[in-house]
């Protein structure tokens, strides 16, 4: 998995925008189970309508990044 400071830098490279939000919402380990059970679709569409559209595009990429799905392509 990246670590948080690449996924700030390829969503800001990609969308044009990075919200740390974001990140750490998905990222921050839940008391009742590992942190993996927060990358699902639920949670993206959540943070969607809690942060905006933009927001959930950036959830989504953080998704396909930590499943490598998606990976940082150097300049």
Request: hydrophobic letters at 35%.
């Amino acid at each position: 998995m990246p670590k948080r400071q690449v996924h700030l830098k390829v969503s800001k490279k990609i969308l044009g925008y990075a919200n740390p939000i974001v990140h750490d919402i998905l990222d921050t380990r839940l008391p009742i189970s590992e942190h993996r059970r927060s990358h699902n679709p639920e949670t993206i569409i959540l943070i969607g309508k809690l942060l905006g559209k933009d927001c959930e595009r950036e959830a989504w990429l953080h998704f396909l990044m930590d499943y490598g799905l998606y990976r940082e392509v150097k300049d």
